[in-house]
């Protein structure tokens, strides 16, 4: 259901406010209705001039968890006592200080903690070390506290799992939240917090963005830490970053965060002043290729193109110049060097996992589908992983080849609004095949940015007949995240959407 309520500025973004039960502002106070006012810029300058307290900010955002946890599921650790320590023992200073923060329960570690990845094979592990981007959110000043749900390993665009249940979306309950970020996005979308971490492997950060109405940038791969264990995922595939209710967080979270790490074989172009300078330059007349179909040939739901074509029409009016166009790659090709890549990665750091622990891998410790992977792992041989990189690179350099003529590729981010909860399900009733299908076809245009590590965005511009969000997919040259923010501010102003939020209340 779609409310627009009145907006407050805060900061310099206007961010809406976002009806709450009676219970929730109780608990929460006049504290917690800054969380529905400020983005996380906005959120630090409060702290800065001692309007506001890190540990209020933080017990609202508790608060806030607590009270909308049971009907979305979003949480998948509660780290509320670590963050009150951290803020006891004092934090540094930097852009977001104060601010409350979630990590995706995927791939990002906190020495003492566990990290889980949405999988009973990982339940209750401590980790053994702090990631590198843990750290530079540290820095920052963000206050962890607490880690958001995830499928099993972030191998499905819908954030249902054994180990945690089903994360439901807060503009419908009934409807996936996307997925494999989806806790953060519903966590975002349910007013807990402005930001939260977020994945993407294969559009994990762009399809809960656009599910839950929220901005989401996949960075170029290099741009943002993967270590200290690892500096890549995926043979490259995954990308670290965010997703926002404001672009300008998303911008000032990648200049708290980008840079090479140590150890890294490969790190994104540097750039130009800071990603938050970009939202106040304009972009300039930009060409703009228009990609209707993807290139897998799956069906478009009528309501993302009737979305697609308004959002064309907006590009035009703000003076780009839009024509339909696609670069010509190997969709079956590059799916079967993508499965490839993820299946062997998988099976690889499973069977290492399962020996340290000292099990074996069966169904009562993995899902059938992370079975099926590493089945699949198992049986490739490193000629076959060879010949997958050298597909991506080949895509990589197509596409970059197509984009001397085009600044951009804008597109649906998924093929349809977001499906009903179960359509894309883990039961062990549907088989591998089937479900490799369900959700290639409905996110057939996310997964391009990742083979290529090219950035990509995407924007909440579209609304469905019956109140569902419809993102809009902006994809850019490698290492021009620049270039795509630039768009994003330019966009944000001419047609915001603050103001539209769901009702949770």
């Given at each position: ?181 989806g806790g953060a996005a519903a966590a975002v979308a349910a007013g807990v917090i402005p930001a939260a971490h977020a994945t993407d492997g294969g559009g994990s950060i762009r399809i809960p963005a656009s599910c839950c109405g929220l901005f989401g940038m996949k960075p170029s791969r290099g741009r943002t830490p993967m270590g200290p264990n690892r500096t890549e995922g995926w043979a490259g595939l995954s990308a670290h970053h965010v997703i926002t209710r404001s672009v300008r967080d998303s ?48 069906p478009v739901d009528p309501e993302c193109l009737a979305a697609l074509d308004q959002a064309a029409r907006l590009c035009e009016s703000l003076g780009h110049h839009v024509e339909e166009a696609a670069p010509k790659l190997d969709a079956g090709a590059m799916g079967q060097a993508s499965f490839v890549l993820i299946a062997s990665s998988l099976a690889a750091d499973l069977t290492d996992q399962a020996s340290r622990l000292g099990i074996e891998l069966g169904p009562d410790v993995l899902e ?138």
């Open positions: 259901m779609l409310t627009t309520r009145r907006s407050v500025l805060a900061g310099g973004t206007a961010i809406a406010a976002l009806g709450l039960p009676k219970t929730t502002r109780a608990a929460s106070g006049k504290v917690g209705e800054v969380l529905d006012t400020h983005d996380a810029l906005g959120l630090a300058r409060l702290v800065r001039k001692r309007k506001i307290s890190p540990s209020e900010l933080l017990e609202a955002a508790i608060a806030r968890a607590e009270a909308m946890n049971p009907r979305f599921n979003f949480m998948a650790q509660k780290h509320y006592d670590y963050a009150r320590a951290e803020i006891a023992r004092g934090l540094p200073d930097g852009p977001f200080t104060g601010v409350p923060w979630l990590l995706k329960d995927l791939g990002t570690f906190v020495k003492g903690l566990p990290t889980e990845g949405g999988s009973r094979i990982n339940k209750g592990v401590a980790a053994q070390f702090t990631s590198e981007l843990v750290e530079r959110y540290r820095r920052a000043g963000l206050v962890v506290f607490g880690k958001t749900t995830t499928p099993e390993f972030g191998l499905t665009g819908t954030t249902e799992s054994t180990l945690k249940g089903a994360t439901r979306n807060p503009w419908n309950p009934e409807r996936v939240a996307g997925g494999s970020s911008a000032a979270l990648l200049d708290a965060t980008h840079g090479v790490e140590p150890g890294s074989r490969y790190a994104a172009p540097t750039p130009d002043g800071t990603f938050l300078a970009q939202l106040e330059r304009k972009p300039g007349r930009l060409r703009i290729a228009l990609m209707r179909k993807p290139l897998s040939g799956a059938p589908i992370t079975l099926a992977f590493v089945g699949y792992g198992k049986t490739t041989s490193g000629s076959d992983f060879a010949r997958a990189n050298n597909t991506m690179q080949a895509a990589a350099v197509t596409v970059a080849q197509f984009m001397a003529d085009y600044d951009v590729i804008l597109s649906p981010t998924l093929a349809a609004p977001p499906l009903m909860l179960g359509q894309i399900n883990l039961s062990p009733d549907v088989a591998f095949p089937e479900w490799g299908q369900r959700a290639a076809m409905f996110s057939p245009f996310t997964q391009v940015a990742n083979f290529t590590g090219q950035p990509s965005m995407s924007v909440p511009l579209g609304m469905s007949g019956d109140g569902l969000p419809i993102g809009m997919q902006f994809t850019g040259r490698y290492g021009e995240e620049a270039l795509l923010y630039r768009l994003a501010g330019q966009l944000e102003r001419a047609a915001p959407w603050a103001s539209r939020r769901p009702v949770t209340g």
